[in-house]
């Protein structure tokens, strides 16, 4: 009864993610990148060719670093995922909104800005989903403010 977390939760979770990708790739990457795919069976397609922006999953560190080293992402790409991680913690799938607002409060969004966002959830569910920005967007989220947790400071 209950829910059982093996030590082999990450490589499940690598298997379901690389099956979205699969799906998603198509649609979302371009012609030139394609390409590079269909001519090697083992290329690893490059998703920064597709999207700015990375919304990953919180689910805790090691979940973190094997969706950068499988994407081949650098740390600038993680830094909001990893400054949700450090802040909230695991907030499962809701984590994905966490990251978009820190996004906004230090870097803002521009109209056309393209995000990869993943997620996992229970069950054993994985998603991957693309999202553009229609409208720019800079708010300043009182959650990211530096001084937000300490009583009496504006």
């Keep these: 009864m209950g829910v059982f977390l093996r030590k082999n939760v990450i490589e499940t979770a690598g298997a379901a993610m690389r099956a979205n990708l699969t799906r998603l790739a198509p649609r979302v990457l371009p012609l030139a990148e394609l390409a590079k795919c269909a001519a090697d069976a083992h290329y690893v397609p490059n998703f920064k060719t597709g999207f700015d922006s990375f919304l990953l999953h919180t689910g805790g560190r090691g979940v ?10 650098s740390d600038a790409d993680l830094s909001s995922p990893r400054a949700t991680l450090a802040r909230f913690g695991n907030t499962s799938a ?19 800005q393209r995000f990869l966002a993943l997620s996992f959830g229970g069950g054993f569910k994985a998603c991957a989903a693309a999202l553009r920005a229609t409208r720019p967007v800079s ?12 009583p009496g400071v504006a």
């Design 64 to 73: 973190l670093d094997a969706l950068q080293k499988s994407l081949s992402l």
């Design 139 to 150: 708010e300043r989220h009182a959650c990211w403010d530096p001084y937000h947790d300490v």
């Design 94 to 112: 809701a984590s994905i909104w966490y990251i978009l607002a820190h996004h906004e409060h230090a870097r803002g969004v521009r109209v056309g």
